[in-house]
C-alpha cells in the first residue's frame, strides 16, 4: 500500500472494513443496497472543515450524450452515499494516524432537482460542443472538474474545439462542508435523513463503521 497516496484511505477502508477491491464499475460499491461508498478527508483546524470535492465518477463525453438523467453513471453513484470522514493532518508522517470522526448515510432525493438540473447543464455544453468549456464554477453542488491530469481527449461534437480536458463529476467542498455540519450536530442517521426506516443491510454497514469511529486507521489495521 502507497501510504503517501491520500486515495489509499478509501482504498484501506473498502477493502479492511468491507472486503471491496477497488473498481471503476458503474454500479454502486454495495450493489445488493444500492449504495456508494466515499472517504472524505476534513482538515485539522479548529472549524474541521472538509478539505476537498469528493469525486463521484468520471465523465465520458460520448457516453454523456446518450445518457438520460435516471438512467446516468452520475446518477447510479449518488442514489445513496455512504461518507466516511477521517481527519487528515499533513504534518503527521505516520499514515495509519489518520483518525475516523464520523459517517453518514446520505441519499439523493431531496437534493435531486438541483442536481439533475447541474448535470443537463453539463451535458447540454457537451451536446453543444463546449465540452472544453466547463469549468467547475458552472455549479454548486454537482461540478464538471478536471480529474487530475491535463490530458486532452476528444470531444463528440468538435465544432469549436476538437479537444476537451478530461474531466469528473465532484461533490463541491463547500456542499460537502455544509452536510458535515448537519452529521456533526445530529442525534441520529434516522432523524438527520428524515427517514422512517433503515434496512438491516443498510444497518449492517452503519454497525460496522460505528465500531471503528474515532480510532485512527494504523489501529483498525492492528485489531
Known sequence: MDKTNKGE???FIEKEWFGLKNNSRPEPDFI??????KVSPVNNN??????ENMKV?????????DETWNESHAKQKIRKVLMIYYLWDKTKENW???????????????NEKKIRDEWLYTKNKVVNGL??????SDSKILCANTSGTSKLVEQPVQIFEKFAPIRSFYFKRRFICDHWQIVRMRESIQESLGL???TNYEQSLLDTINKNK????????NN
Open 96 to 110: 495509519g494516524a489518520q483518525e475516523i470522526l464520523d459517517f453518514d448515510l446520505w441519499i439523493l432525493k431531496p
Open 32 to 37: 445488493e443496497a444500492g449504495i456508494e461508498l
Open 57 to 65: 465518477c468520471s465523465i465520458n463525453y460520448f457516453k454523456l450524450l
Open 46 to 51: 479548529k472549524k474541521k472543515s472538509i478539505k
Open 131 to 136: 465540452a472544453h468549456k466547463l469549468t467547475a
Open 214 to 221: 474515532e480510532k485512527t486507521l494504523g489501529e483498525i489495521a
Open 9 to 11: 484511505v478509501g482504498n
Open 196 to 198: 422512517k426506516s433503515i
